[in-house]
């Protein structure tokens, strides 16, 4: 009987004793999962703040010149500099007024992207290749304008949804 009652704690004790440690090693885990995701976002939060304004490079070369001549011949650099910060600030404050901007950015996406993909470059071959002495070939006429009406649609139908989308978004 008193070997049995000494096994029962014991084993008590030790199960206990496991319980506690496998819920130590859990907290453990989770601190240090938590420690884990938080510099993870502090990362990606770095690497945004530092790469975000290089989006802007390419407009800023295309109309800093242009704005440069208005500023004046003192801190050029100072202004561009914040000529710059100026364009951030303007994306992240509309990014922040407008309350679903993924449906604007659908918008645009469907408006400018179908453009871009679809209708111009066939428009650009059959201008380039009409200019050949041979003239174009039936078949790529074909072509492109099948590429071009299929743009077209999609041009249509992607900017009829994102437009409904968005007015029954604004409806709610």
Sequence with gaps: MAVTTAA????TNLSISI????SLNAR???LCCASVELMTKTLIALAMMF???????VPVRI???AL????????LVAKELGYRALLVLLTFILAESIPQLGLFISLVGA???TALALVFP?????VMTSQKAGGVHPLTVAKDIVIILLGLFIFVTGTYESVASIVRAFKQ
């Design 8 to 11: 029962r704690v014991v084993h």
């Design 19 to 22: 319980k506690s440690r496998e």
């Design 28 to 30: 453990v885990l989770k």
């Design 51 to 57: 790469t975000y304004p290089l989006q802007f490079y």
């Design 63 to 65: 109309t800093w010149p």
């Design 68 to 75: 440069r001549s208005r500023c004046g011949g003192r801190a």
């Design 111 to 113: 408006v400018s992207s």
């Design 122 to 126: 066939p428009l650009i071959e059959l």
